[in-house]
C-alpha cells in the first residue's frame, strides 16, 4: 500500500493550510465562502467543507478527507521505494 496511505490512517489533527492544499493537489476545486473552504471534484459524489480552527483543521474533517482519499485511492503519482 502507498506510504500516503498509511501516514492517513494515523492522522488526527493537520494544519488548515496543508489540508487545503493537499485537496487541491489531488485535482479538487476550491471555493471560499467566509472561512469554510469548499472541495468538489467531477469523479466523486461527496463535497469536503473545511473550516479551520485558527490554523488547524477540525479533527472530524481530517477524518472526513482521509476517508475520501482512502476511499478513492487518491494517489500523488510517488512511489514509496
Known sequence: ???????????????????????????????IRGDHHIFSKNEIDEILNLQPIGSKSKAYQVKQVRNIILKYKFNLGVDDE
Request: aromatic content about 16%; hydrophobic content about 45%.
Open 1 to 31: 500500500m502507498h506510504l500516503l496511505f498509511d501516514k492517513l490512517e494515523k492522522i488526527t489533527f493537520y494544519k488548515g493550510v496543508g489540508l487545503c492544499n493537499l485537496l487541491k493537489a489531488f485535482g479538487f476545486d476550491e471555493r
